[in-house]
């Protein structure tokens, strides 16, 4: 409750007491126990959503995750060399991470772990889709350097 000294006006308190009505207000979400079916998700209960489309919310949030892992290890490797990205070797470090990285992200995304399981082709088609993101920045990045006289 607002303490009525620091309001504009007297009656501005918001409250039990006060005659306002604050269901229209705040949006409550209760916690709804878990489906009886296991191929059911809890979250289409909440959201009112079919089973289907709920399943497939949840693989577009899991293909989200994968899709910025691998597009942040392309971005990686294009800003760490002001030459073309292939003009040198990645230290051992930096290959040692970004193995580990995909590893992480991949084996929870195809197994189901802590998230919806996709398939392991959409995966390698993110990873390949990964590859030319880096190509195509790399080339923006080298005619960005040119224009900007950058060496």
Known sequence: MIPSSTSSQA??????SSGHDLSAVVDVHLPVPP???KDRPATAELSGLT??????????????????????????YVVRERQRMWSSAPGRWLVASSVADLTIITMPATNGLLMTALPLELIAGMLCAAVVLAI????????????????
């Open 51 to 76: 089973t289907d489309e709920a399943e497939r919310r949840l693989s577009l949030r899991t293909l989200a995750v994968v899709t910025l892992v691998f597009s942040g290890q392309a971005v990686i």
């Open 35 to 37: 489906s009886d079916r």
């Open 11 to 16: 009656g501005d308190s918001f409250g039990p």
């Open 136 to 151: 195509i920045l790399d080339s923006a990045k080298l005619v960005l350097f040119h224009r900007l006289a950058i060496t």
